[in-house]
């Protein structure tokens, strides 16, 4: 068993031994909808603290005033060595535009046609987001213009994503609130290790290769 499911295995038996009127909770959806405004100290705060999450867990930052953004993601996929990036539909095509006219880039539209393959062989892909939560380090796309899907924001193994600092709550309950249900909500926080799918893994017991994937988010003033 492992630590995963010795964890949910406590909180299934944690609720079977709960009388049945406390296993649920009911939730407000409006909660944090009449919180305080957040002053610009609290506010710059909240972007050093989400700074600091993401460097704990591995991803690079950048902190660029808007006029910025094209060359730092340009910066960015030189760095990972890309030559195809997935840009979703509705991200601004100057963002990638520079880089997309120099040493043979290419540009893929991340449609649901683009097959799989075709995903799994895409350097990087260049996102916005929903939202992003402060004390977690954690990131939130739910589909919507400029947010691929979960399967391209997953496959590929550098991911770089524009966040702007009004994005930026300190707390879980704060975003959600800002969510709409409806959608197919992807949240992600540092890089993570990737199976390797040339590794060898015909063998019984053989373990399979790990690949580290790159985060690098752009913070936008």
């Known amino acids: 068993m492992t630590s995963r499911e010795e964890f949910l295995r406590r909180v299934r038996d944690a609720l079977e031994a709960l009388p049945d009127d406390e296993r ?14 957040t002053s610009a100290e609290d506010q710059a705060e909240i972007v050093e603290l989400f700074i600091d999450r ?7 930052v950048h902190r660029v005033p808007v006029e910025e953004i094209p060359a730092t993601i340009e910066l960015a996929l030189r760095a990972h060595g890309a030559r195809s990036a997935l840009a979703p539909d509705g991200l601004p ?7 997309a006219l120099s040493d043979g880039h290419r ?22 987001c929903a939202g992003a939560v402060a004390d977690a380090g954690t990131l939130i796309l739910d589909g919507g213009a400029g947010q691929c899907r979960r399967d391209a924001a997953v496959l590929a193994d550098c991911h770089i994503c524009v966040v702007r600092v009004e994005q930026i709550d ?19 926080g ?16 053989g373990a399979i290769e790990e690949t580290e994937r790159r985060l690098v988010v752009v913070i936008v003033d």
């Open 107 to 128: 540009v893929l539209d991340d449609q649901p046609q683009l097959s799989i393959l075709d995903r799994e062989r895409t350097d990087a892909v260049v996102t916005g």
């Open 54 to 60: 993401l460097k704990f867990h591995g991803a690079q």
């Open 93 to 99: 095509a100057e963002w990638l535009s520079s880089w």
């Open 170 to 188: 300190y707390s879980l309950p704060q975003v959600l609130d800002k969510l709409d249900p409806r959608r197919p909500i992807t949240w992600f």
């Open 190 to 205: 540092g890089p993570t290790a990737m199976p390797d799918p040339d590794a060898d893994t015909g063998r019984v017991g």
């Open 24 to 37: 649920m909770v009911p939730v407000p959806r409006n909660y944090q909808r009449n919180a305080p405004v």
